[in-house]
């Protein structure tokens, strides 16, 4: 394993002097320009490209989660993980030709303003507090600790050198942030195309690695062939569903996983409201026409075709030669096996040089999403509580300062949360941490907007009952409906955890809770008047696209068609 050497410290430097000074240069020829001061800061008006667009949805996408987490299930179940990236690229056309198009005619800047036209301001501040909460202690919080944790081990830092990355991600992302949309947008596409060529890099190598432990040379082809040869049911998009006595191992991929039953449930409400009712992920496009919003989120819908390239062949990697005797010690911490730790272990064979690269690129995600989720809070918290509720004749200038300090007061937040994981992140895992507390109520929060997009009979009343319903149902099936209404039913089966208990796939409950959600809204709306007087205006012009998006379009669904029939 090759130690961090003083040519990986001085490539590492390099990347961030020509982002911070990239990032500066933008920053002054925007204080130039004559533009709306709190739109600009808060959502680059107008000032994006749609590769810019596109570049830094990616940024903010790929975090320590992806690279380690992905990774890590990449190691312990195989490419089927690869769904969450190739089912975006989906749930990215969905919003690019249904989303976005509803938002920019309304002039909707932040998903609170949504929720405040759509139903009423009762909903809005709720959802405004709640994704506050949200963004500081889950989100931000745990791309930080996770971040900080995967830079200590590859540069087998201790304790105290945990501390000071934590605080130099933290001051980096600042920096960034304090520049505003603009800034956030344009050096994200320099984020990207080193996290793009660090990530290939490091595949690259993992997949020689693989080839030199068969002995057929340094050659990447040969090592890949041999990943096939040696691990084909690593290579299976779609598990076959288990039977209750199969065995565990069998079973927690299942439960993680769940084969093609995911594709009828809660897969596809992960990524829609993800992409599409997340103030993190959709504020990038807010700012641009829609000709640059649809293609800029278009283009992130094919490099999201390829990211398992990056973050998910790695750990299969590392898997075959883990399990072939290789990387014994490297996949242990704290003396106990840790599939988390495949990414890392591949770094560590990087050369001189390269192992710098490949750690500015796990550290461009890192802040590129640290960023972006600290401008969300900004917004959020300027535009939805502070001019609405508590200083309405804010000026330009007042909003913006008000957002640089909100900005700053999170991240010293986030910095004191993590110091010593006070919420106990490490102890859970990361990937585990963000899916617990954002998945209860993803469900509720993805059928109150889709539902008040397309159905003009939708009240506010039943979006309040919608999110209630969505958080509850979620409750009763991830953790009460097994011993409730037994372990077959219906709608469902549970599986044996290993743990002593009995579970219902995590992506099943979604769409069971979803589903309830919807029937509740429906029920409730029915009682209200035919058009709600807030319905959107939604002419079935609005949708249509043109030949360059609709290329696009194509051009991805055959992608997308040729990886399911190879890997099905």
Not at 474 to 480: A, G, K, R, T
Request: contains cysteine; positive net charge.
């Amino acid at each position: 394993m090759n130690k961090f050497s003083t040519i990986d410290y001085v490539i590492f430097v390099i990347y961030f002097i020509v982002v911070s000074s990239y990032g500066y240069w933008v920053y002054s020829r925007k204080k130039k320009a004559s533009i709306s001061a709190s739109h600009d800061f808060f959502l680059a008006e107008g000032s994006l490209t749609w590769w810019a667009i596109g570049a830094s949805l990616i940024a903010s996408n790929i975090s320590a989660e992806q690279f380690i987490g992905t990774s890590g299930q990449g190691f312990a179940v195989g490419l089927a993980v690869a769904a969450y990236e190739w089912v975006a690229a989906i749930a990215l056309i969905i919003v690019a030709v249904w989303f976005i198009p509803v938002y920019l005619k309304n002039k909707i800047f932040t998903m609170p303003q949504f929720l405040h036209t759509r139903y009423n301001e009762t909903v809005s501040f709720i959802m405004a507090i709640f994704w506050l909460f949200l963004y500081v202690f889950v989100n931000l919080t745990s791309i930080l600790y996770l971040g900080a944790l995967a830079i200590n081990n590859l540069i087998g830092g201790d304790i105290s050198s945990m501390h000071n990355i934590i605080i130099a991600l933290a001051v980096f992302a600042l920096f960034i942030t304090l520049g505003g949309m603009k800034v956030i947008g344009f050096t994200d596409v320099i984020q990207v195309l080193v996290l793009v060529i660090g990530g290939l890099a490091t595949t690259y190598i993992a997949l020689t690695l693989v080839s030199e432990h068969f002995g057929l040379g340094k050659d990447a082809i040969a090592g890949l062939k041999m990943m096939f040869k040696d691990s084909p049911e690593h290579f299976k998009m779609m598990m076959a569903k288990p039977k209750t006595d199969a065995p565990q191992a069998e079973i927690t991929k299942y439960l993680a996983l769940p084969g093609i039953a995911m594709y009828f449930a809660g897969q596809w409400i992960v990524n829609l409201n993800y992409w599409g009712c997340n103030q993190y992920i959709t504020q990038r496009a807010l700012g641009a026409d829609l000709k640059t919003a649809r293609t800029g989120i278009l283009f992130a819908g094919l490099m999201k075709l390829a990211m398992p390239i990056i973050v998910v062949i790695p750990g299969i990697a590392a898997y075959v030669l883990y399990k072939n005797g290789g990387l014994q010690h490297e996949m242990a911490s704290g003396g106990h096996f840790n599939s988390d730790n495949a990414y890392s272990a591949i770094l560590g064979f990087l050369p001189t040089g390269l192992k710098g690269l490949s750690v500015a690129a796990l550290t461009a995600a890192i802040v590129a999403s640290l960023a972006g989720k600290a401008n969300s809070i900004s917004t959020i918290f300027t535009l939805d509580i502070y001019k609405k509720h508590m200083v309405k004749d804010a000026d330009e200038k007042k909003m913006v300062w008000v957002g640089k300090l909100t900005i700053l007061a999170a991240l010293v937040f986030s910095i004191i949360l993590t110091w010593k994981d006070l919420l106990g992140i490490g102890g859970e895992g990361g990937f585990t941490f963000i899916q617990k507390y954002t998945g209860f109520i993803s469900p509720g929060i993805f059928a109150i907007f889709i539902l008040g997009f397309f159905w003009k009979r939708t009240t506010g009343a039943a979006a309040i009952a919608g999110i209630l319903t969505g958080f509850a149902m979620s409750v009763l099936f991830n953790n009460y409906a097994p011993a409730l209404f037994g372990h077959e039913t219906i709608l469902y089966t549970a599986f044996p955890n290993g743990k002593g208990g009995w579970e219902i796939p995590f992506l099943i409950c979604m769409g069971l809770s979803f589903m309830f959600t919807i029937i509740v809204m429906v029920i409730i709306s029915l009682a209200g008047p035919k058009i709600n007087p807030k319905a959107f205006d939604i002419p079935k012009a609005m949708f249509k696209v043109d030949k360059q998006t609709l290329a696009l379009i194509i051009v991805t669904l055959l992608l997308l068609t040729m990886l399911y029939a190879k890997f099905w």
